[in-house]
């Protein structure tokens, strides 16, 4: 603690004692040089403002430090809004042209300008998606984010199933998803990263480590923080509309609208999916018993009842840009769902007749204001309140093989359908139940710009979910009287962020307190867990040349387990653990970024970091603890819980490599290699511990991803535009037990393909798709050996219409 201490003195002395702000100048130019006039610069927020003159140049006066937004537009140029980082008096940006009308930054102005190199030099762990290109393409965000450096998206089956998501080695209630800084989870099943296009999403976050102000929450492993379209510069509509292998059928629609007169804006979208999921499986789970209970293993059939559907539209009204806001928005979700479950945990005995279905009604406020009052002082409040219900249906006794028939067994000499006796379902005692959850998440973070590059943030988080189960296959059923369970999390936060040094270091501390209380009614007997922990973290860059980063990172935290966790989740075969525990982590993480090369043709640049984390009580899914050979069955289990682990370890690196050239070919390769390790050497009786040591089962250890990406302009149509893709996964076997001797449930190398292209009209508004994924139509496995889709083709229509009713 006392290099904590000091670190907070020694950056608090170097804080200088008066904010300052600076000039911009620049010029607008078409690609070959020549200037543009009467184009008009402003700085978003404010009354600064300009406009080129005949030679191209414009002026800037009196800019604030700091992240500026800076909207560029003319009457015969869309509208569009860049992003620069005011740090001296005199600030240069030119503006490029391009011939199809779009507005970008010169080379020389990117350096260190982006929201993306802003936010990965910024002192976290953090890595940017940018969705712009694959907006126009048959990709989910999840599969996005699976080709992400150190991002495993863990998915048992097609479209609609259960997720979690791991970041090198973390994963559970120690990763927070959010949708524009809230918790996903409060939106409901069906509104999550299944289902949002990335034609709806702006750029994807995923912080490793230590997360920043505005996102501190009960999580140590990371977040992944989705921010949603909201450019209102320009009235754009967007629709988008594919088909594909599986029957699947995904659409989506979004439109902007600002008043530029009074500032009203209303941001609207919508989607729809529909899919089969009707894949081919093989493999050991791809089982037939017929009536002499004969079992044949690895045939091939197609999966069955695996219908996922789902609806959903997103509508804020509220004002953008105006004296008293930035951005006030109220807004509505309302999302649907219905989704056959096809098996339990693992694939040993599909199910016929188990199904959910999902709703979800939540309402928003979002408020930001810089300079609220005073230069400097900063507001944020984002309040959210949703109504959740979960409907599960299980009441079907008929037993199937995987083809789709009854499983029949000899009776008196006649195959007779295997019937389960009454009162049974699919997943053990027939079930009828109806879950609600009313659940309130408020965030309010207040920052205030001391100096020069000094700010310090007070931030609260509140999180309460309170849930009912309701047995409706028997109204009087003890659950049905008393099953009150409530969770609640508040967690009070301050950041110190500073940029000392000539600029050079930039450092966050953080320091958060959480309190936790459960309460539940258990059968009349009532029962409350309270638990308070502190935490504390930092962040440091320090730009060593130019186009080097070093980038360090260190937190000491608890997390908190979530109510899916501790109270179960039937509709994802998951049991309550009423004993569970609070999870405690010791993490580390020290990197760089360096961009090798930068000029007018060639970019090369390059990222490393190099991970420690220590576990002490992880919350993880319960494995089997052994497959002994003639016994596989043991491990076919339908149904799991989360329980606390232990002491654990995950050491590990992770790298990535891009490469452009002359703006038309990128090429990226990235990897995540670790070891996560059971540390906890004695059990409860002093004996040494069997798994000591032991790699975690469950969990893949070593990814790679590669893609490369070709532009040819002009294809057919003068200023048309047509990409090539190509994209590579692979992830090496990993074991689904902690003890796997002959390999049984060891899950196998996975390596698999996906070819694309896309085609833009010269106009920019339509694009034409084609994805063909895994091509080679590889096996490709996740949580307890689930099998995920093979081979796949998928065709995608996108059509924009921008700057309409232009005033």
């Known amino acids: ?28 130019h078409l690609e070959d040089g020549r200037p543009v006039s009467n184009v008009t610069i402003r700085v978003v927020g404010t009354e600064i403002g300009g406009m080129s003159n005949d030679k191209g140049f414009y002026t800037l006066k009196n800019v604030p430090f700091g992240t500026q937004k800076i909207r560029v537009s003319s009457v015969e140029i869309d509208a569009t809004t860049l992003t620069l980082v005011v740090r001296k008096a005199k600030e240069h940006l030119d503006v490029h042209i391009s011939p199809k009308g779009d507005i ?5 102005a990117v350096k260190g300008m982006t929201v993306k190199r802003e936010m990965e030099t910024s002192g976290f762990a953090v890595a940017v998606i940018e969705t712009r290109e694959a907006s126009l393409r048959n990709l989910t965000t999840n599969e996005l984010l699976d080709r992400a450096v150190g991002v495993r998206v863990r998915q048992n089956g097609g479209i609609g199933s259960q997720i979690e998501y791991n970041l090198n080695g973390m994963s559970g209630s120690a990763v927070g998803i959010f949708l524009d800084g809230t918790p996903i989870s409060t939106f409901g099943s069906s509104f999550n990263l299944n289902n949002i296009p990335p034609a709806m999403i702006e750029r994807i976050e995923v912080y490793k480590g230590v997360l920043p102000s505005h996102l501190t929450g009960d999580y140590v492993g990371g977040a992944i923080n989705v ?14 509309v594919s088909y594909g292998s599986f029957n699947t059928f995904q659409s989506d629609l979004s439109a902007i609208y600002r008043d530029q007169k009074t500032g009203f804006t209303s941001r609207v979208s919508g989607f729809y999916t529909y899919t089969d999921n009707s894949y081919e499986m093989w493999g050991k789970f791809a089982m037939k018993t017929d009536a002499e209970l004969k079992l044949t293993r690895f045939n091939r059939f197609n999966r069955f009842n695996n219908t996922y559907k789902s609806i959903g539209g997103r509508f804020e009204f509220g004002f953008t840009d105006v004296k008293w806001a930035d951005q006030f928005f109220l807004g509505y979700n309302i999302s649907d769902t219905y989704q056959d479950i096809p098996h339990g945990t693992t694939m040993a005995q599909p199910y016929v007749g188990r199904f959910n279905e999902y709703q979800a009604h939540v309402f928003s406020l979002n408020y930001n204001k810089a300079n609220l009052f005073i230069d400097g002082l900063a507001l944020n409040l984002n309040a959210v309140y949703s109504n959740r219900s979960t409907y599960l249906q299980d009441t079907s ?61 007070v931030n609260h988080n509140l999180n309460s979910t309170r849930r009912e189960d309701e047995d409706l296959l028997n109204p009087n059923a003890v659950m049905n009287s008393g099953n009150d369970r409530t969770t609640t999390t508040n967690i009070f ?33 009532v029962t409350t867990l309270t638990n308070s922990n502190p935490g504390y973290g930092i962040t440091a860059s320090y730009n060593v040349i130019p186009k ?31 004993e569970l525990k609070p999870e ?35 919350i993880a899914v319960q494995a089997v603890d052994s497959v002994i050979a003639g016994r596989e069955s043991d491990a076919n289990i339908e149904t799991t819980r ?34 996560s390790l059971m540390k906890t050497e004695f059990d409860e009786n002093g004996q040494p511990y069997r798994f000591y040591n032991r790699q975690l089962p469950n969990e893949p250890y070593f990814m790679l991803n590669a893609s490369v990406q070709y532009r040819i302009d002009n294809l057919i149509q003068r200023k048309s535009t047509f990409n090539i893709f190509y994209n590579t996964g692979y992830v090496a076997p990993f074991q689904t037990v902690w003890v796997d001797s002959d390999g049984w449930f060891t899950t196998p190398t996975q390596f698999y393909h996906d070819i694309g292209g896309s085609y833009r009209t010269p106009n920019g508004r339509i694009v034409v798709s084609l994805d063909l994924k895994n091509i080679t139509n590889a096996e490709v496995y996740d949580n307890f050996g689930v099998q995920k889709p093979g081979r796949g083709v998928y065709v995608k229509l996108n059509y924009m219409l921008n700057n309409f009713n232009r005033k």
Request: hydrophobic residues 35%; charged residues 20%.
């Open 584 to 618: 405690k982590n010791v993490n580390y993480n020290l990197g760089f970024r360096y961009t090798v090369l930068e000029g007018k043709k060639n970019k090369l640049s390059i990222y490393a970091n190099t991970f420690w984390r220590n576990g002490y009580d992880k």
């Open 642 to 675: 989360y329980i606390n682990l232990g002491r654990t370890q995950s050491r590990g690196f992770e790298a990535e490599v891009t490469y452009v050239y002359n703006n038309r070919l990128n090429v990226l390769a990235n990897f995540s290699k670790f070891n």
């Open 1 to 28: 603690m006392k290099q904590f201490y000091s670190t907070v003195l020694f950056t608090f002395l170097s804080v200088l004692v008066s904010a300052q702000t600076g000039d911009i100048t620049g010029k607008v």
């Open 548 to 578: 080097l980063f070093v980038i360090a990172s260190s937190e000491n935290s608890f997390i908190s387990p979530r109510d899916e966790q501790i109270f179960g989740s039937p509709e994802t075969n998951i049991l309550e653990n009423l």
């Open 227 to 240: 921010i949603m379209r909201k450019d209102a510069s320009a009235n754009n509509v967007s629709a988008a």
């Open 104 to 108: 970008t930054l010169d080379e020389v």
């Open 493 to 525: 936060g301050f950041n110190y962020e500073a940029q000392t040094l000539g600029n050079k270091l930039r450092t966050n501390l953080l320091a958060k307190y959480t309190i936790n209380q459960n309460h539940y009614d258990n059968a009349g007997q």
């Open 397 to 457: 006794r008929m037993m199937y093989n995987w083809d789709g028939s009854p499983m029949e067994r000899m009776f008196n000499g006649v195959p007779t359908p295997w019937v389960k006796r009454p009162g049974m379902g699919q997943q053990g005692v027939a079930v009828i139940t109806d879950i609600d959850r009313q659940i309130i998440n408020a965030r309010t973070n207040l920052s205030y710009t001391v100096a020069q590059g000094h700010r310090l943030s």
